[in-house]
């Protein structure tokens, strides 16, 4: 959904320890400016959500963290660029972001 001066609404689901950490819903929703990017997402997270800063990214790289996963259009996107536009479908609100907690283990 594309609102006033250019922004669209993204939906992002978060894993249940962000969640709580953030004291927030499931699933949210968004306003992001600009192209409809994962840095454009993370960015509008984190500035709703300030507590979140430095749980999905590192502080001094701002790349993923290692036990998170990104995922559109049931698509893997954790190891994909952080500017790389996401797909229309998420960028217009029809599929959420998915923010999943990777599982680790033999």
């Given at each position: 959904?594309?609102?006033?001066?250019?922004?669209?609404?993204?939906?992002?689901?978060l894993p249940?320890?962000l969640r709580?950490?953030?004291?927030?819903?499931r699933?949210?929703?968004?306003?992001v400016?600009?192209?409809?990017?994962?840095?454009?997402v993370?960015?509008?997270?984190?500035a709703?959500?300030?507590?979140?800063?430095?749980?999905?990214?590192?502080?001094?790289?701002?790349?993923r963290?290692?036990?998170?996963?990104?995922?559109?259009?049931?698509?893997?996107?954790?190891?994909?660029?952080?500017?790389?536009a996401?797909?229309?479908?998420?960028?217009?609100?029809?599929?959420?972001?998915?923010?999943?907690?990777?599982?680790a283990?033999?």
């Open positions: 959904m594309s609102g006033p001066s250019g922004t669209c609404t993204v939906r992002v689901v249940y320890h709580t950490l953030a004291r927030a819903e699933e949210l929703a968004l306003a400016a600009g192209p409809v990017t994962l840095r454009a993370l960015d509008a997270l984190e709703r959500y300030p507590m979140l800063r430095g749980t999905i990214r590192e502080y001094e790289t701002g790349q963290r290692a036990f998170l996963r990104f995922f559109a259009c049931e698509d893997d996107w954790s190891h994909e660029p952080l500017d790389a996401l797909p229309e479908a998420v960028a217009s609100g029809r599929e959420p972001l998915l923010i999943i907690g990777a599982i283990g033999g």
